[in-house]
């Protein structure tokens, strides 16, 4: 059973040999939490392009999708801009 949450997002580390994005969580209410989000899922080429494109320090908006019972895989469902930072935009 899949769980979605939408939240704002700083790209904490990019971490390319294990193919995860490693994003802190900054909603009030999760703030400071770290999620692994792979960046090499079945992804459409324009998401991968700009998955690629993303940067430590970028601020984003964006919707993950966990791929596990237990939330422990995740998965970005949308990617969006985040206004107040350099971000990076993606629609998916």
Do not use: C
């Not at 994005?21 to 009030?28: G, H, I, Q």
């Not at 392009?49 to 939330?71: P, V, Y």
């Not at 949308?78 to 971000?87: K, P």
Request: glycine share 6%; hydrophobic share 30%.
């Amino acid at each position: 059973m899949s769980h979605e949450i939408q939240s704002r997002y700083r790209v904490k580390d990019i971490v390319e040999a294990q193919g995860d994005v490693w994003l802190e969580d900054l909603d009030p209410e999760r703030s400071g939490l770290l999620v692994a989000v792979e960046m090499n899922g079945e992804y459409d080429s324009d998401t991968e392009r700009k998955i690629e494109h993303l940067t430590e320090g970028d601020t984003i908006t964006a919707t993950l999708e966990s791929q596990n019972e237990r939330h422990t895989v995740w998965h970005f469902s949308r990617i969006g801009e985040d206004s107040n930072d350099r971000s990076v935009g993606v629609r998916v």
